[in-house]
């Protein structure tokens, strides 16, 4: 049987369309979490469903060979960003700790040993492997598993003077989530990011930003850091990259284009022609019009839930259609299971926070429906 990883559900799901998913015994299910933000076109996607038909032909190849479909996606996704170079790994963890990798060895190439200490920052999360556990800065993420990777510390999110006393000749890189997802949807301020990015760039301190669950559109630009004015050195993507298809990609600026060479990373199945292929499907939807289309409708949302004027809420919050519900007075684990009961999937993040990931795809009508499911319940 399954490790007992998760939390057990009581309903088990077939299939989904569009916005809805379908259980065994038939019930409908409204889904504002898109599977964690992966599933960013919605299910059963005409175009996802084509670029799959038309992959299967080269699904697999390994990274030995070139094909068109890597070189494709590595091209749309630095002409969107501003970028130079791409590795594609299979998701967010793997892209995480190949992001720490490039730095490090920016940072041995250029300054030499020693030089090889993270600043992250707390109530992030980066990942499940050894190393984006310590990268990740929630105590109770770094139980069990010792020993764990040295050479990250981490500093509380919005004080730059912390920033600024944890860092030393030994940091070579600092990481951040720009929305902390999973730690409670907190968007950082955006004067603090700002004055991040200049003390990144004056010290040759590379900032690595983790849009693995913020980027592709998730936000209502292609990427998060758009919004804060600056340019990383390394942006990781994965969560909404591929649809519902597992990928993940390390993006690297001018500094870390030439870091990798040859043998120093690699990955079986990243890059794969058919991962590729249905997430320069996904990149390619990515236009201006349907970027401002998942504006408006996460405005709608926060405007909404504010005129609820709900006494169960405490304070709603994100970016795009990256939502958090900050509850007062109810449990965020109650709030959803009252959702699931009545046909609405929402995902927490933290104890009093409830998180909406919709599909990017979502209609108005859908969110309206949702909305007036969620009203009932706080
Ligand atoms: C989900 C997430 C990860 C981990 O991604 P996996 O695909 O589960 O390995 C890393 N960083 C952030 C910000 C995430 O939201």
Known sequence: MLMNTYPKSDVTFTRGDGSFVYSDKGEVYLDFTSGIGVNSLGYNNPTITKA???????????????????????????????????FFANSGAEANEGAIKLA??????????????????????????????????????HKYFTPFTDGFSYVPANDIEALLQA???????????????????????????KELAEFCRNEDVLLIVDEVQTGVGRCATFCAYEQYGILPDIVTLAKGLGGGIPIG?????????????????????????????????????????????????????????????SPHIKEVRGLGL???????????????????D??????????NTIRLLPPLTISLSEIREGLAILQQII
């Open 52 to 86: 799959l038909v038309s992959g299967a032909s080269l699904m697999h190849l390994s990274n030995l060979y070139d094909t068109a479909q890597d070189r494709n996606l590595a091209q749309l996704l630095i002409a969107k960003m501003g970028l130079k170079s791409v």
């Open 104 to 141: 490090r060895k920016y940072s041995y190439d250029k300054y030499g040993q020693g030089r090889h200490e993270i600043i992250t920052l707390r109530n992030s999360f980066h990942g499940r492997t050894i190393t984006t556990l310590s990268a990740t800065g929630q105590d109770k993420f």
């Open 167 to 193: 860092a030393t000749d030994r940091t070579c890189a600092i990481m951040i989530e720009l929305v902390q997802g999973e730690g409670g949807v907190l968007p950082l301020d955006r004067k603090y990011v």
């Open 249 to 309: 990609a390390i993006v690297s600026g001018a500094k870390c284009e030439f870091t990798f060479g040859v043998g120093d990373h690699g990955s079986t199945f990243g890059g794969n022609p058919l991962a590729c292929r249905v997430a320069s499907a996904v990149v390619g939807t990515m236009e201006k019009s349907f970027l401002e289309g998942i504006y408006d409708k996460g405005d709608y949302i926060v405007k909404t839930l504010k005129q609820m004027h």
């Open 322 to 340: 990256m939502i958090g519900i900050e509850l007062s007075d109810l449990s965020a684990i109650d709030v959803r299971a009252r959702c699931q």
């Open 342 to 351: 009545n046909n609405l999937l929402v995902l927490t993040a933290g104890t």
